[in-house]
């Protein structure tokens, strides 16, 4: 959590305008951390492959969009 907080902080910063704390880009910050950015710390695999959810595909932010999409 520390380590998604210090990221968002990051880039926080170059933004402008995120002065709501509902905005999409808090989510999709959270999504991108946790599904789709690898960690060194977990040997190159994401938080969700570390906990066993497998995203398929090449893209897998296409896959995750597509996915939510057909809910």
């Not at 995120?18 to 910050?29: R, T």
């Not at 060194?40 to 492959?49: D, I, Q, R, S, V």
């Amino acid at each position: 959590m520390e380590r998604l907080n210090g990221e968002f902080r990051d880039r926080e910063k170059v933004m402008r305008g995120v002065k709501k704390k509902e905005s999409v880009i808090f989510d999709g910050s959270q999504i991108y951390h946790n599904y789709v950015r690898p960690h060194m710390a977990l040997n190159g695999k994401t938080p969700a492959e570390a906990c066993g959810i497998d995203v398929k595909g090449s893209d897998k932010w296409k896959t995750l969009i597509q996915n939510a999409s057909q809910n």
